[in-house]
C-alpha cells in the first residue's frame, strides 16, 4: 500500500492525494491490516481521505472502525440496484460517501448499442455477461423501455438513468465517464431534468432490482467483489 501510494505521488507530481481507495478487497489480508496502512499514510501527510470500492456492509464497518472510511465506491444504476439491499443504509449510518460508478451502466443505459457487434472487436464489454448472447437482447428490452419514456420527457436516455439515480438519492455522487466532449455535455444536463417522486417511481417499476440479466463481471472477476 505505502509503495503503491509512494508511486502514485510520484506519477500525479503532488505531495498529497485527496481520497485514496483501496478499489478491490484482498481477501488474503484482514481488511483492519489494509485499513491501518492506509491511516499510517493519513499521518504521515501522503493521503487526506481514505475510501473503497466494492466492499460488503461487514467490511466497511470493520475498516471503519480502523479509521473513518470517507467514500466507499460501488456500482449502482437502473440496472444495477444492489447497494439498495444494505450497502446505501450502512454508508448512510456511518456517515460514508458513497460513489456510483457505471451509473449508465457500462454504456447499455445510453441506447448506444443495439446489437453485440455495435461493440468494437476489442471492447472489453465483449467479454462482460450482460453484453453477449440472450443477455444481451433481455438488457435491450429494458433500455428500449427507459428509451420510450425518456422521449416523452424530450431527454436522452442517458439523462434519465443519471437524473433517477441523483433524484433517488440526492446523497450519492454518480462519477460517469466522459471520453468526448458530447458525452460531458449530455453528463451535465441530466442535472436540469428534474424528476417528481412519481417519475422515480414509474422508472422503478421499468427497471426493478434484479432486472438486468447477467453477472456484472464474468467469474473471475465477481470473485474479487467483497460479498
Known sequence: MRQACDASLARLGVDTIDLYYQHRVDPKVPIEETVGAMADLVKAGKVRCLG???AAPATIRRAHAVHPIAALQTEYSLWT???E???LATCRELGVGFVAYSPLGRGFLTGRFK???DLPADDWRRNNPRFQGNNFARNLDLVERIERWSRGRACAPAQT???WLLAKNPDVVPIPGAKHRARLTENAGAVDLRLSPADVDELDRLAPPGVAAGLRYPEAGMA????
Open 81 to 83: 440496484r444492489d447497494p
Open 52 to 54: 473503497l470500492s466494492e
Open 224 to 227: 474479487v467483489v467483497n460479498g
Open 85 to 87: 439491499a444494505e450497502i
Open 161 to 163: 438513468a443519471r437524473a
Open 115 to 117: 446489437r453485440p457487434e
